[in-house]
């Protein structure tokens, strides 16, 4: 049984990390920002697993040394995944709500691992695709990008809105670990997984009221609320496992996995949606538009990654029908 800790523990992506990682007998502690969200979820960990669980309240990630006192009561963990990032699109301040929190945030989970963790082999950032390409780059149909790729978005152009500095925030953020890496030389060495929109159930309960951002926008679906979305899609579960690939795999160290399976628009999520639940009696949108839509976005090659992972990744159909079965089961 080996000890891992997880920054950001209640997050979407990090509870299906959990899930993986107690599936596989590991050890795990999670930091929350509240007893009362560990108690949550701890009461949402599978009993069968409840021995294998702790968490850790770290109320800001951004304070000053907030996760000294943590690590050093867990000296003894031989991963760390850093998943906590802030992402909200709701707000006016964006360089104190979004960046600073963000790269402070790594900043500081570096640090402590660095001094207290000596034990440590590895950690594994959740980057994302918004640190590969800008928002507006990303709907270029002229550019092209792949794991060797960077945001080149200035930093003074990522403060007049939230999606702007949310893709910047993940930039710096990313950048400031790999810059540890470089300048510090640690114990430990570093994996990125960078993902695109991240679909899929929830790892353990679902509240069809409370969904993370993309669950949300199924869930929209669901009430007739429709907004055009494009962009890059992968399935949670295969997110999942690249962290867990990422931390036991030596041919991962140094690398950026590039998450991504390819496009998705709202509309093709509707296609689905009224395929398989045509007794929901949705509206339709404007049928089979969904390549129309996706085709004014960027051209992107994560064949690396998909090589070197080397399973099939999930298709946004099975994400968008396994999320939407939740929903419609969690109600009864």
Not at 110 to 120: G, I, S
Not at 217 to 230: A, P, R, V
Not at 306 to 317: A, D, I, M, T, Y
């Amino acid at each position: 049984m080996v000890k891992v800790f997880i920054t950001g523990a209640t997050g979407f992506i990090a509870q299906h990390i959990i899930k993986l990682l107690l599936e596989h007998g590991h050890q795990v502690v999670g930091s929350v920002r509240s007893q009362r969200k560990g108690e949550a979820l701890l009461s949402r960990i599978p009993r069968q697993y409840a021995g294998q669980f702790k968490y850790e309240v770290v109320p800001e990630l951004a304070s000053p040394d907030a996760f000294d006192a943590t690590l050093q009561r867990h000296r003894d963990i031989r991963f760390l995944f850093h998943t906590a990032s802030p992402c909200t699109f709701d707000t006016v301040h964006h360089e104190q709500e979004l960046i600073i929190p963000a790269v402070n945030g790594t900043r500081n989970i570096f640090e402590a691992a660095h001094k207290y963790c000596p034990h440590l082999k590895r950690i594994v950032i959740t980057s994302s695709d918004s640190a590969i390409f800008s928002n507006v780059d990303e709907r270029n149909n002229k550019l092209f990008f792949n794991e060797q790729s960077w945001n080149s978005m200035k930093y003074e152009d990522a403060l007049g809105d939230s999606v702007s500095a949310y893709y910047m925030s993940k930039v710096l953020a990313e950048k400031s670990a790999w810059d540890f890496i470089a300048t510090r030389k640690p114990v430990f060495d570093l994996v990125a997984v960078n993902p695109s929109y991240v679909y899929g159930p929830q790892a353990f309960e679902c509240d069809p009221e409370n969904l993370n951002v993309t669950s949300a926008m199924i869930g929209n679906l669901l009430k007739c609320k429709y907004q055009i979305e494009i962009g890059g899609y992968i399935d949670v579960r295969d997110i999942a496992k690249a962290h867990l690939f990422a931390m036991e795999r030596d041919e991962a160290r140094g690398r950026r996995l590039f998450m991504t399976n390819g496009y998705f628009s709202t509309q093709m999520m509707l296609d689905f949606i009224n395929q398989h639940f045509p007794q929901l009696n949705l509206p339709k949108g404007n049928v089979g538009s969904g390549e129309r839509d996706v085709s004014v976005l960027a051209r992107v090659d994560n064949s690396a990654t998909k090589q070197l992972l080397g399973w099939q990744f999930g298709s946004l159909e099975t994400a968008v029908v396994d999320t939407v079965q939740q929903i419609l089961d969690s109600r009864k």
